[in-house]
């Protein structure tokens, strides 16, 4: 009798410990390749943006290197903030479509438009759109890495910058330059002055990305804005530059 006693009081153990037990958690989701942002020059009636979107590719037989892919974006505005359509938008000899008050160029190859040392923008305006062209002197900013590699210690402190040094890094006049580090668990913008200036980084600021997969993103820009017969106009030269890093 005291064996079946022993089983059963065993056996409500056993069922009680069950029911107490709470499911685990779902795994949380990695963060989202970064993409690149239209950067709207509020003080200008319509902003003009040519970029470079680049990233680290690899191949079996050629290793690593730098993949690179040219775009160029519109967007008009009137007095009001009212978006406006001019009649036609040409960057770099193609021709911008429009979509939702946005123009952008098709993409017809991987590489996109391959700009030079100059970029050229011509614009057949109506309403209070004037139609004018523009040759922006400066190059649009080519990045070819970072200094981090694959992997970061979150029990170190760190400092990022452009790799300069990079034999697909050239940069140009900029003005500006910004980072986002994108982890599980949260976002960080940062804002550097310079493409000389390093972003420095605390143990407690990696450990709040959250372990696993962290994305790094750097924008380095130039911001030039004309008159054009009254109608402000701001031409921006843009590289944007992502990789994957494992945060352990």
Known sequence: MRKGTALIYAFA?????????????????????????????????????????????????????????????????????????????????????????????????????????????????????????????SKVPEIGDINIKDSLNSRDSIWLKINKKSAFTFLGKVDSVNFTLSGKLSEMRYNLASVDDSLALVPAQLRALGNGKVFVKVEAYRIEVESKQGYKVAFVNKGMFYKSLWLY
């Open 13 to 137: 153990l056993f069922v009680c410990g069950c029911k107490d037990e709470k499911p685990l958690a779902p795994p949380l989701p990695d963060p989202e390749t970064p993409s690149l942002e239209f950067t709207v020059i509020k003080s200008a009636d319509a902003t003009l943006q040519a970029a470079y979107i680049s990233t680290i590719s690899m191949e079996n037989m050629v290793g690593t290197y730098t993949t690179f892919q040219g775009v160029a974006y519109a967007k008009f505005f009137d007095s009001q903030g009212n978006k406006i359509r001019p009649k036609t938008v040409i960057c770099e000899g193609y021709s911008l479509e429009e979509e939702g008050g946005m123009y952008k160029n098709k993409l017809e190859n991987e590489q996109g438009i391959d700009f030079g040392s100059t970029t050229s923008w011509q614009v057949d305006g109506q309403f209070s759109i004037p139609s004018f062209t523009k040759e922006v002197a």
